[in-house]
Every structure is written in C-alpha cells, then in structure tokens.
C-alpha cells in the first residue's frame, strides 16, 4: 500500500496563497504503479470532493470551482504531489487531502492538512 503525508496548509487571508506539498511512500511495486495522484479536501458539514488530479504524464483535471486558480503538478522521482492555490477565497477552507490511484486501487487517507482562508 501507498502511505501519504500532506502538508504546507495554514491560514490566509482571501487573495492569498498556498502550496500543498504531498509525500508517498511504500514498496517499490506499490509506488511504481501509482496512475493518478489528486487533491481531495473535506469542508466542515460537507462531503469530501475532488479538487484536481494528474495523470503520471502530467495531464491535470480541476473541478470547475478552481479551474483557474489552482494548479496541480506532480514529480515521478521524488513521488510527490504539489497543490498550488492561489487567488484563495473563504470557500476554499477545508481539509486538504491527497490519494493516489494504482493496480490495487485508491490509496488510504492521510492526515490531510487543514487550509483556512479568512475574509
């Protein structure tokens, strides 16, 4: 299994930025055959969305309500994932979480890293 640990959350104001940094581990096979890897994140009262994920050959997909402000991208080498939010408004406060998809399917959660944006 793939093992995640998400960081780089924090407060900021509305405009602001953040960079979400997503770290994978586990056994070589696992890691090898990671696909897709995204950014999930979880409001309080809410279900848990996708935000954006990123094909091994660096093609991103963004949900409409980030489309624009957001970009994802990914290093293959170091097996990470990385979130750039920028323009952030108070709607985008959540628990950001990262997954990873391979030949035994969706990666466990992580912790996640809470992002809280003030007006």
Do not use: H
Request: with cysteine; glycine share 14%; proline share 3%.
């Amino acid at each position: 299994q793939v093992q995640l640990v998400e960081s780089g959350g924090g407060l900021v104001q509305a405009g602001g930025s953040l960079r979400l940094s997503c770290a994978a581990s586990g056994s070589r096979f696992s890691i090898f055959s990671i696909s897709y890897m995204g950014w999930y994140r979880q409001a309080p009262g809410k279900q848990r969305e996708l935000v954006a994920n990123i094909t091994r050959s660096g093609n991103p997909n963004y949900a409409d309500s980030v489309q624009g402000r957001f970009t994802i991208t990914r290093d293959n080498g170091k097996n990470m994932v990385y979130l750039q939010m920028n323009s952030l408004k108070p709607e985008d406060t959540a628990v950001y979480y990262c997954a990873t998809w391979g030949v035994g399917g969706k990666s466990p959660w992580g912790q996640g890293t809470q992002v809280s944006v003030s007006s």
